[in-house]
């Protein structure tokens, strides 16, 4: 087993993508912009980095996306005009992962798929575990968030880890699907995985979902990982090489996750919050 450091203190979120599902929404604005009721996906991500002691977190961002960066920065304007009114409750969490995290940026200048995305951002992680999530996978976790119980899963393995869910045999076709040997009645040892397989050709029905720990030796593995399917470079083939050495876990989280880079499942985590919000 190689010896990476337990601490993860950052997490990369991949943020370059245009969003096409969600066309017209995402053609002038962000994907990971879109609120779920007053609050944009990707705070939600990074409340849930902030849960699990990440702090450092960085985004591969691209051409149109410069609404992240100013969502993350200071507007003295606006601090200025709600100062002292009911309204500055409105920006406490906000305020709260400003004071916690840092934010760094680099961009992913020609769109090669979510392997090169992740690539992209060797920059801003260098060489130590990390995590990461896309944050059109909106998840709450049961007891603790999801990222924050891949964390511990991490200190026992000390390998990459994948979030996974079991999806209808029917939709195998929308993820990365892996094949494992039980550990526990959450955690697999992943012995094979493959992005997208149609229906019937699908090792399993435990899809990714959004959310992973990888450990550094996946920059030199991307480098060296061909594109496949639809010309991308897949995250997914470069953690089947890792895989094949016994250095990948998947985990059965416990929580919900909902698919908010579709219009359903966008439309179903709204209903999912609002039913558990109060407003004033
Ligand atoms: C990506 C990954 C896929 C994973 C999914 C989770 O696909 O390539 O393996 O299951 O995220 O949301 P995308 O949704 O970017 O097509």
Do not use: W
Not at 43 to 62: D, N, P
């Amino acid at each position: 087993m190689l010896a990476y450091r337990v601490m993860i203190k950052k997490c990369l979120f991949p943020v370059a993508g245009y969003g096409t599902r969600f066309l017209p929404a995402t053609k002038a604005m962000p994907k990971e912009m879109l609120p779920v009721l007053n609050k944009p996906l990707v705070q939600y991500g990074v409340e849930e980095a902030l849960e699990a002691g990440l702090t450092e977190i960085g985004f591969v961002t691209g051409r149109g996306k410069r609404a992240i960066e100013d969502h993350f920065d200071l507007s003295y304007e606006l601090e200025h005009q709600i100062d002292g009114t009911g309204k500055e409750k409105l920006l406490g969490d906000i305020r709260n992962l400003m004071q916690q995290c840092t934010f760094s940026y680099t961009r992913q200048s020609t769109m090669r798929g979510l392997g090169h995305g992740i690539q992209s951002g060797q920059t801003l992680i260098g060489d130590e575990p990390f995590a990461v999530v896309l944050a059109d996978d909106l998840c709450f976790g049961a007891q603790t968030g999801v990222l924050a119980q891949m964390v511990a899963v991490f200190k026992q393995f000390r390998c990459s880890v994948v979030a996974i869910e079991e999806v209808p045999e029917t939709d195998t076709d929308k993820y990365g699907v892996i094949a494992g040997e039980a550990i526990t009645e959450r955690i697999f040892r992943v012995t094979d995985m493959v992005e997208k397989p149609p229906p019937g050709e699908a090792p399993s029905n435990l899809s990714i979902v959004g959310r992973y720990i990888l450990t550094p030796d996946i920059f030199e593995i991307l480098d060296a990982t061909e594109p496949s399917r639809g010309g991308e470079v897949q995250i997914t083939d470069a953690l089947l090489t890792q895989a094949r050495r016994g250095a990948v876990i998947a985990y059965r989280f416990e929580g919900k996750r909902f698919d908010c880079g579709s219009v359903p499942g966008f439309v179903e985590a709204t209903n999912y919050c609002y039913a558990r919000q109060e407003f004033d």
